[in-house]
Structures are given as structure tokens and as C-alpha cells.
């Protein structure tokens, strides 16, 4: 390792002109990292024609994808390829996981079935056996893994946990102990990732003393490295379990655990201590978090107004949220949704709509959850013109931010009833072409209270048969009839 860092050391310093002046990660990452300024960057670099070592491309490549910026990530490697830097079989498999991941499997498995033979082995048959598990396609999953056995390929403790990540995320998490007695046979060590999957396993199924015992055995385990990680799972299904006090007990060895003051095992503690209900122990978290973390994350705040709204102190959230705002540099509408949201809960409708403005006035608009918080309200208060307004306001900030937001099939059908009951052919009609803008289809149950809308109302409307072909609806015979009501010239 010595040798290794000498060496590297040694190779920017011979850097001339033909190399970038920094190394590659550095400049990538100077404007802070978003993908805006990482494309930008990278744009730049590759127009430069500047040389960089290989190191560099490796350790970038692994920043990206931990920062999950796949698709420059994906740019990055293809141009390196093109610019004669030769890929080993372990490049090879980090570049079919980064094809999955911005292209999608059938781009990944085109990329593989090209590759030369002498690089399809474990390494990117493993990089394509995670890709499926990833997008849960269990059948070919399987038969992938069955096809590494008859080669001979050996899975690393990374298939094994994608496998039983894609057996969880489907509703198999009884499978999962029979992975973990396939990795002890062929030898495969378990890592961190595979205790705390088998224990989620088992506390799925309610089996607390099972989780205990894999617990257990986890302490025993020597070649494993102990962190924060398996307490904060361990304490996730205690208090899952409604278990405080053990929830609490393994909370203080989180903490104990958490020696260089990670930022995302503070998260874990706020969001923790504050299922247990443990309002003191929650500001002392915050506290150590505040001194560790002087200029705190938007999102720390987040999680700590949460906590504190689940909690009912809302005057402990207000102040909170006041101090965010107070120095926040980016204002981010997800922190004044939650404050809104409780608000509106607690039927504080002034103080939740002078939030909405405020936070328009720092420039950040609503998005389609202030919307949906909005519509909740003015539903339990019978206000169905605000909430229509509410869907509208939704629908549209939804398509703006390339995110479509959908009301659901109840919210749907609370506001059909109303105008079926109030024999409003208008108001059901402008809600109607306010969800052709997000659904494909309206469905059958909208187009029938449509129906028995017009009906009420004692409407006219020739064209609706002709909506209902268009729609392929087929209708109740209690509609059929209406219809002949309704589509008379």
C-alpha cells in the first residue's frame, strides 16, 4: 500500500502539460458536486484532450457511483475506452453495472453477450446477475446464478446480497436463510450487509429471538468489521417490534460505534430516538449532532422537525424550523412541507399558507406534496373548489418538475361524489380534464359517476357514447340505460 501511494504520489508530480493540472475527482467535484456542475466539468475535460492517469478514472468512477451520478459516471468510462485505455475484467464489470444503471438491463445485457469471451467471467457474470436483481427479475436472477454454478464461477458476497435484497424487496424473505447456508457452504464470508439483511429477514416473519441469535452470532464473527450499521438495524427492528428499551440499548451502542461522528448515523439516532417516543434523548442527539455538524445539512433539519411533529411538540418544531431558516443557504420546500403539513393537520390554516408564501418568496415554490397537504386539508373541510384548485396546482408542478403527480383513486372519487350529489356537470368536467393531463385511461368508476352526473343534472350530451369507445369503458347496465338519456340529439 506504501509503494502504491509513493508511486502515486510520484505520478502527479511529473504531471505536464499534457495532464490535467488537478486530479480528475477534484475538478469534477470543485463547484459542488451536483450533476449539473459534474457534467459541466466533465464536458470541459473531455474537450481539453488533457491526459489523466488511470488511477484517477478508477477513483472517479467509484466517487460518481457512490454519489450515484451513473450516467456521467457511464460517459466518463466510455470516453476513457475510446482514448485506448484498456479495461481489465474488473472495469468490464463496472462498466455493464453503469450501463444498467443509465441505460437499463437490455443495454446491459447486450454489453455482455458482445464481450469477448475471455472476459466473461465472475466478475462481470456477477456485475450482470446484480443488474437483475436490481431491476427484480427474479426468473432470469436464478437462471443466471444456476448458469454460474455449471461454469464454475464462484458468487461474491455482492451477488449473494443482491439475490437476497431482490428476495426481500418481493415478499420471499423466507429464502433468504437458505442464502445465507449456501454462502457458509461455498465458503463465502459474510459481510455487514449480509447480517442485516437475514436479520430484517427474520424480523419480517416476527422472529425476534431468531434476530438475536444472528445477532449474536454477527459479535462472534471475527472477520467481520464491526460499525454503527448493524446496531441501527438492530435497533430499527426493535422498535419495529414496539421493544423501547432494547431499542434504546442498541441505540447507545450506535453511538459508541459512531467514533468519527458519521453524519448519516446521526440521521438513523434523530429518526430512532424519536419512534421510541424519547423526547430527551432526541435533543441530546441533536445536540451532539449541532456541535459535530456546525453548518447542518437541510436534510438533518428535516428529520429532526419530523421527529419532533410525530412527536407533538410543535413548538419545539417551529423553533427548530426557525433556526433553519434563519440560516439556511439553500431554502428546500421538502423542510417548510413538513412544518406546513402539521399545520394543516392541527387545522392552522393562516400559519400553514403564510409558510407557502414565505417560502415562495425565498424562491422556492410549492412542489406537488405542498399541493397534496393543501388538498388534504380543504377535503376534510368539505372545501371541494379549493381542492380541485389543489389538484390543478399538483397535476401542473408535478409536469413541471418532470415528476408526474397522480391524485389517488380516492381522491378521485371523493370529488366525483360531490358533483354527483351537487348535479355539477361543469365541476365534474373540469376535474376530468384536469386528470387527462396525468392518466392514460379515466376507468370506468370515474366515466360511470360521470354518467349518472349528467343524469341528476338532467344534461344532455351526444358525444359521451363516443368518450366511452374512445376510453374503451365498458359501462354498468344501470349506465347503459342512462346513456340512452343522456346521448340524444
Known amino acids: 500500500m ?26 469534477l467535484f470543485k463547484d459542488g458536486g451536483s450533476e449539473v456542475s459534474v457534467r459541466r466539468q466533465l464536458n470541459e475535460f473531455l474537450k481539453s484532450r488533457k491526459r489523466v492517469f488511470k488511477w484517477e ?21 466510455e470516453t476513457m475506452t475510446k482514448r485506448g485505455v484498456n479495461k481489465t475484467a474488473s472495469d468490464q464489470a463496472i462498466h455493464l453495472d453503469l450501463i444498467g444503471k443509465a441505460k437499463g438491463i437490455t443495454a446491459a445485457e447486450n454489453y455482455f453477450v458482445d464481450l469477448p469471451e475471455s472476459y466473461k467471467n465472475h466478475l462481470t457474470y456477477g456485475a450482470l446477475l446484480n443488474c437483475y436483481c436490481k431491476e427484480l427479475m427474479t426468473e432470469e436472477a436464478e437462471a443466471l446464478k444456476e448458469k454460474m454454478k455449471e461454469l464454475n464461477l464462484p458468487l461474491s458476497s455482492i451477488s449473494y446480497n443482491s439475490l437476497m435484497t431482490l428476495y426481500a424487496k418481493t415478499g420471499h424473505p423466507e429464502r433468504i436463510p437458505a442464502i445465507i447456508q449456501e454462502m457458509k457452504l461455498a ?12 436479520m430484517r429477514a427474520l424480523a419480517t416473519v416476527d422472529d425476534i429471538s431468531g434476530v438475536e441469535r444472528v445477532f449474536d452470532e454477527f459479535k462472534r464473527d471475527g472477520q467481520v468489521v ?24 442498541a441505540l447507545k451502542e450506535l453511538e459508541k460505534k459512531n467514533a468519527h461522528k458519521d453524519h448519516a448515523a446521526f440521521q438513523f439516532l434523530i429518526t430512532l430516538y424519536g419512534r421510541t417516543g424519547n423526547l430527551l434523548e432526541l435533543y441530546r442527539v441533536w445536540r451532539s449532532l449541532r456541535l459535530a455538524y456546525p453548518s447542518t445539512p437541510n436534510v438533518s433539519y428535516l428529520n429532526m422537525i419530523q421527529a419532533l411533529v410525530n412527536l407533538k411538540d410543535l413548538p419545539g418544531a417551529e423553533k427548530c424550523f426557525r433556526e433553519w431558516h434563519s440560516y439556511c443557504s439553500t431554502y428546500d420546500i421538502r423542510v417548510a412541507n413538513v412544518l406546513i403539513g402539521a399545520f394543516a393537520k392541527h387545522n392552522l390554516l393562516e400559519k400553514a399558507q403564510e409558510l407557502k408564501e414565505n417560502a415562495r418568496r425565498r424562491g422556492a415554490k410549492p412542489n406537488a ?77 370515474v366515466l360511470e359517476s360521470l354518467i349518472r352526473t349528467y343524469a341528476a343534472a338532467g344534461r344532455t350530451n351526444p358525444s359521451l357514447r363516443r368518450r366511452l369507445k374512445m376510453e374503451e369503458v365498458e359501462v354498468s347496465e344501470a349506465s347503459k340505460k342512462l346513456l340512452e338519456e343522456i346521448c340524444v340529439d
Not at 465458503?187 to 437475514?198: K, R, T
Open 57 to 77: 478514472v478508477d477513483l472517479t468512477l467509484r466517487k460518481l457511483r457512490d454519489r450515484r451520478l451513473y450516467l456521467p459516471a457511464l460517459k466518463l468510462s
Open 369 to 445: 406534496k405542498t399541493w397534496e397537504i393543501f388538498l388534504d386539508y380543504y377535503l376534510r373541510h368539505d372545501d371541494f373548489k379549493s381542492a380541485v384548485d389543489c389538484v390543478a396546482n399538483a397535476v401542473s408542478t408535478g409536469k413541471g418538475d418532470g415528476q408526474k403527480w397522480i391524485p389517488s383513486p380516492d381522491v378521485v372519487k371523493i370529488l366525483m361524489q360531490h358533483f354527483e350529489q351537487e348535479k355539477d356537470v361543469d365541476g365534474a368536467e373540469g376535474l376530468l380534464e384536469i386528470l387527462k393531463k396525468v392518466l392514460d385511461t379515466l376507468g370506468d368508476d
Open 187 to 198: 465458503s463465502v464470508m459474510l459481510d455487514s450487509f449480509s447480517y442485516n439483511i437475514w
Open 226 to 249: 464491526s460499525d454503527w450499521t448493524t446496531y441501527s438495524n438492530l435497533a430499527s427492528v426493535y422498535v419495529d417490534a414496539g421493544l423501547f428499551e432494547k431499542a434504546e440499548n
Open 2 to 27: 506504501a509503494f502504491h501511494l509513493l508511486s502515486r504520489s510520484k505520478s502527479v508530480g511529473r504531471r505536464s502539460s499534457k495532464y490535467l493540472e488537478e486530479a480528475l475527482y477534484e475538478r
